[in-house]
């Protein structure tokens, strides 16, 4: 529905996951992606399968939180390609614990993938985008950015400050051609909250209470989440910048 053809697109975390489901609904619209991940091998599988699928797609190992590696991969996507015209800051971690239940150093490595990470990608590719006067940026951040959620103290404070990047970047450079827009998604049926569930003495009484959250009854697919990442990607959101974009299966409506 939504077009990206010959859009060069670059998104984070994408070996598995939201992340994944982005880089291919991005390939199936046209655009040239750039997987990045720490998990190398997970990585270039999923990297295969989309160009085998017909898209056009690469993989370049990257952790987010070294300044020096985000600037090489930048370096090299303007080498190759020229440009970028999307960037998906989706890698990121969790972490389940009240502020009593968190330490420092839980805090400090949420913070390092969650926040720091985001700002390291984006520092070196919004330049090109200013200078072209032409990109689209999309954070992931969560439900957890926009309400509090029991539990998750520190992965709450990290993603409420995407949120307030977003909105920060939006009017620093809306004028210069650049949308920053974040998705807020609800639980998420990913092979990590699946690989979660499994810990649990009764899985599936886990899965029906991490889905009694949402309105809807369930939680969201991935699909669902790259869906909305494919919008705010194409010409259709011309329109929208700092925006967080909540698809939460009516979770933040109230109680």
């Not at 046209?30 to 017909?54: K, S």
């Not at 999307?86 to 913070?111: F, S």
């Amino acid at each position: 529905m939504f077009e990206l053809t010959d859009r060069i697109a670059l998104v984070t975390g994408a070996a598995t996951g939201i992340g994944a489901a982005i880089a291919g609904a991005f390939a199936r619209a046209g655009a040239r992606v750039v997987l990045t991940d720490r998990a190398a091998a997970a990585g270039e599988a999923r990297a295969a399968e989309l160009r085998a699928a017909g898209g056009t797609a690469e993989f370049w190992p990257l952790d987010v939180t070294d300044e020096a590696a985000c600037a090489a991969v930048a370096a090299r996507v303007h080498a190759a390609h020229g440009r970028l015209d999307v960037l998906v800051n989706n890698a990121g971690i969790g972490h389940v614990g009240t502020v009593l239940e968190t330490t420092g150093a839980d805090l400090d490595r949420l913070y390092a993938v969650n926040v720091r990470g985001v700002f390291n990608v984006t520092q070196v590719f919004l330049p090109g985008m200013v200078e072209r006067r032409a990109g689209s940026i999309i954070h992931l951040a969560s439900i957890g950015g926009v309400v509090g959620v029991r539990q998750r103290a520190a992965y709450c404070m990290t993603k409420f400050a995407i949120v307030g990047l977003t909105k920060a970047m939006a009017l620093d450079h809306s004028h210069q051609g650049v949308r920053t827009n974040c998705l807020c998604p609800g639980r998420v049926e990913t092979p990590f909250v699946q690989g979660l569930l499994a810990n649990y003495p009764d899985p599936a009484a886990a899965y029906r209470e991490m889905s009694a959250t949402q309105l809807t009854g369930r939680m969201l697919r991935p699909e669902e989440v790259a869906a909305a990442a494919c919008y705010l990607a194409s010409d259709a959101a011309v329109s929208v910048t700092g925006t967080a974009f909540i698809l939460d299966g009516g979770w933040s409506a109230g109680k």
